[in-house]
């Protein structure tokens, strides 16, 4: 007779009402038990091993465990399906887990089953960005790890997430760029450390401990897939050390010098001939030496595999465990390293002492975590479980977030807001129109529940739908279809786009366009309409849709990203004005014609009018494009008026220094020169509109033209709510060494002399520092 599992639960309840316990369904109860070390109750033996001992130091501990292992037990340690010991108490320890915008099954420690179906997912990373709001980046990454938590105490779960992604989106094409904060290396680094202390801050104020542990990602110059056949297993990354140490870095170092990240992961990619998992400058120098990590390093999944077979940069299986190991690497994701650690060992190319130190780091962490603490129901986020996942919070704030960065990107009179009241009929147009899975982009959970833009709008007004293509490829679209809806409308909603079949991880993209037929679709729906035409575009990536912003006819564009399971329902809060947009786009929106003539694989972000190569991201791009970095509309109107900013600085000089002698360009950044050097920006905005909003304000920087320096670069950012009429006063503080310096072309910090142009909100001021 076959049993279901409705017969195992009648049983088990049969059980328990009995009071017996059958071993038989010892795994049906352990489902729900979390893994940990250190189980004392129900080996009192092991209260005797000092490394599980909770109340000395985590340094004691480690080091007591790993003297107790052989060699053969520490190899299992250095994988990320890791070993169990079990006459020490140890289990198998799944490392891998996700949580890039909500807890993730993408990786094996994590499953969604009774009693946690699913769990909050947040808008896609991109959008979030969009927000400018650190606040709540942070707060997200709280709620992700209180669900992670409670799914752990259940055994659904680990305790350590490889996210965020914090590479910069420095390429429109870059399939992955969904997942980063943007191309800006300011609001990335402030993302990365927002996002990390919300993860891994304890409650109880704890330094040491943590809640769950973080892991920035993917270190460093990472930012091509698959790109005409290029992969990102065997790219070689061509980078000045210039644009290495002014863009590509800031994130990382930012990361664990200011997030004290538990863990970073080196990526695929090789970077000016060394691979990053294998440059013991990258890991052991940069990381573990200059910013000094408390934490471990990890692969990317099977790296040192790649490094071997993909880049054939070692002769040997053994050589590549043995390059990445004496690198800085303390974990691989995969089983590389178990396979042919010992035969490193064993051919001398690797000392048991960098085994026992990468195993430390690891340890460590788990320690840190509380693994080794016994039952983590009896400590401090024993009472999670499933009632604190998914919550009617958690879900609203997964629909907050996506108001929040939800972009107007242009608006008529007359169009925006829609009034609710008035329209009796509109018509919802669109292969995004009525999607769910496309709304959380990748590295996604299973979340709580969708609802889809199609859902949202028609729940304040009745609606009429046509798909208008099959799927997103849109090779054939339903014109005649879409038209006749649109015809009779009395406002039309176009829900259009990508989704995870046109640009994701290991696919970028060739065109930055709408795909196949969507814009035509656009365009002869737009002829027949009668009321205003609203163009919505999910995507993780820029869309050249000059041929929209071009067309009377469509009287507003939105920008929605992949907003996550509760997308349908904000972008109705947006368009019928319940929400006023306030989100800014945190990558520049290009023409196709830059994706047309500039190769995705040329890593340098400064232009090159020899060759016509126009730079990267606005911080240096000098070509067209189709919207800025930091657009975004509002419903509102705010207007800035400067209440304070100097018009001087000037830089103590010693008496013998050479700038007192000779004309400087530019001085070291550096301590004795400007230490504690600042000054402060006063701004004061007033909402003259008719509706209550927020509003982001920048505060840029254009330095003087020498070292190649950007020609505007984000110094912070602020925002401010305020209802009609109202006034704030926006305040920033200005380090001078740390933000009017400029890297030149060897890295080196250095502060430009003369004349700087702040650019405060749409105000611009004159800042001349000097000697």
């Given at each position: 007779m076959a049993f279901s599992s409705n017969h195992y639960s009648v049983f088990l309840c049969f059980f328990h009402i009995l009071g017996?316990?059958?071993?038989?369904?010892?795994?049906?109860?352990?489902?729900?038990?979390?893994?940990?070390?250190?189980?004392?109750?129900?080996?009192?033996?092991?209260?005797?091993?000092t490394f599980c001992d909770a109340s000395l130091t985590v340094e004691n501990r480690v080091n007591d465990l790993v003297q107790r292992l052989t060699l053969a037990e520490k190899i299992g340690f250095l994988v990320s399906g890791a070993g169990a010991v079990s006459r020490l108490g140890i289990p198998k320890y799944e490392w891998w887990s996700e949580a890039l915008h909500g807890v993730s099954n993408t990786g094996p420690g994590v499953r969604f089953t009774s009693p946690v179906p699913g769990a909050t997912s947040f808008p896609q990373v991109i959008l979030t960005a969009a927000s400018f709001n650190v606040t709540l980046f942070e707060t997200i990454g709280k709620v992700v790890s209180t669900e992670a938590r409670a799914m752990y105490n259940v055994g659904l779960a680990g305790l350590t997430y490889w996210s965020p992604n914090i590479n910069?989106?420095?390429?429109?094409?870059?399939?992955?760029?969904?997942?980063?904060?943007?191309?800006?290396?300011?609001?990335?680094?402030?993302?990365?450390?927002?996002?990390?202390?919300?993860?891994?801050?304890?409650?109880?104020?704890?330094?040491?401990?943590?809640?769950?542990?973080?892991?920035?990602?993917?270190?460093?110059?990472?930012?091509?897939d698959n790109w005409k056949g290029i992969e990102r297993y065997n790219f070689n990354v061509v980078v000045t050390q210039q644009d290495l140490d002014d863009t590509f870095q800031p994130p990382f170092k930012s990361c664990v010098l200011e997030g004290d990240v538990a863990s970073v992961m080196c990526s695929y990619n090789q970077v000016n001939g060394k691979p990053t998992c294998g440059d013991p400058d990258l890991l052991a120098g940069i990381i573990r030496g200059e910013w000094k990590l408390?934490?471990?390093?990890?692969?990317?999944?099977?790296?040192?595999?790649?490094?071997?077979?993909?880049?054939?940069?070692?002769?040997?299986p053994e050589e590549s465990a043995a390059l990445g190991l004496n690198s800085g690497v303390d974990l691989n994701c995969g089983s590389w390293l178990s396979q042919y650690t010992q035969g490193a060992v064993n051919q001398k190319l690797v000392n048991e002492s960098v085994i026992d130190r990468a195993i430390s780091n690891n340890f460590a962490m788990l320690m840190r975590l509380g693994f080794f603490d016994g039952n983590p129901r009896n400590q401090i986020y024993g009472n999670l479980g499933p009632k604190?996942?998914?919550?009617?919070?958690?879900?609203?704030?997964?629909?907050?977030?996506?108001?929040?960065?939800?972009v107007l990107l242009q608006n008529t009179a007359g169009s925006l807001p829609l009034i609710p009241t008035a329209i009796k009929s509109l018509a919802v147009i669109g292969p995004n129109a009525n999607v769910t899975v496309t709304m959380i982009g990748n590295y996604a959970g299973t979340p709580c529940k969708y609802t889809t833009p199609l859902q949202g709008l028609t729940a304040s007004v009745a609606t009429v739908y046509k798909p208008g293509c099959a799927d997103v490829s849109c090779s054939t679209a339903q014109i005649d279809d879409a038209k006749q809806i649109a015809s009779t409308a009395d406002a039309v909603v176009l829900v259009m786009g990508s989704d995870q079949s046109i640009e994701r991880e290991s696919l970028d993209r060739i065109n930055i366009t709408l795909p196949g037929q969507q814009s035509a679709l656009v365009a002869e729906v737009a002829k027949v309409a009668k009321g205003p035409v609203i163009l919505v575009i999910m995507s993780g990536g820029g869309m050249d849709v000059q041929f929209a912003i071009d067309n009377p006819k469509i009287t507003s564009i939105l920008w929605v990203g992949f907003p996550g399971e509760a997308g349908g329902a904000a972008l109705a809060d947006v368009i019928f004005g319940y929400y006023n947009p306030s989100g800014r786009l945190p990558i520049t929106w290009y023409p196709q014609s830059y994706a047309d003539v500039v190769p995705m694989t040329i890593m340098n972000m400064r232009p090159d009018p020899a060759t016509n190569y126009p730079g990267r991201t606005y911080r240096f791009y000098t070509g067209p494009t189709v919207f800025p970095f930091g657009h975004g509309l509002s419903y509102s109107q705010f207007k800035h008026h400067l209440d304070q900013a100097p018009e001087f600085v000037s830089i103590p000089l010693e008496e013998r220094h050479t700038c007192r002698s000779t004309k400087c360009k530019s001085?070291?950044?550096?301590?004795?020169?400007?230490?504690?050097?600042?000054?402060?920006?006063?701004l004061r905005v007033k909402n003259v509109g008719k509706i209550s909003g927020s509003h982001t304000v920048f505060l840029f920087t254009s330095p003087p033209s020498v070292h190649n320096a950007p020609k505007k670069?984000?110094?912070g950012f602020e925002k401010v709510h305020l209802t009609p009429k109202g006034e704030g006063v926006v305040k920033f503080n200005v380090d001078v060494c740390k933000h009017l310096s400029v890297h030149d072309g060897l890295g080196n910090r250095k502060v430009a002399l003369g004349p700087h142009v702040l650019h405060i909100g749409d105000l611009k001021h004159s800042l001349t520092v000097r000697i």
């Open positions: 017996f316990i059958f071993s038989s369904f010892k795994p049906v109860l352990a489902q729900n038990s979390p893994v940990f070390a250190c189980d004392i109750t129900s080996n009192p033996g092991l209260a005797n091993l910069i989106f420095r390429d429109p094409r870059w399939g992955r760029g969904q997942e980063t904060p943007g191309e800006d290396p300011t609001l990335t680094s402030k993302y990365g450390v927002a996002y990390v202390r919300g993860l891994q801050q304890r409650d109880d104020s704890s330094k040491d401990k943590l809640k769950v542990a973080a892991c920035c990602k993917h270190y460093t110059a990472y930012d091509v408390n934490g471990y390093i990890v692969t990317d999944c099977d790296s040192l595999e790649v490094i071997y077979n993909k880049q054939h940069y070692t002769k040997t604190d996942v998914c919550t009617p919070e958690n879900q609203e704030l997964a629909r907050e977030a996506a108001r929040q960065g939800i001085i070291d950044a550096v301590e004795q020169s400007c230490g504690n050097l600042g000054f402060n920006i006063h670069h984000l110094l």
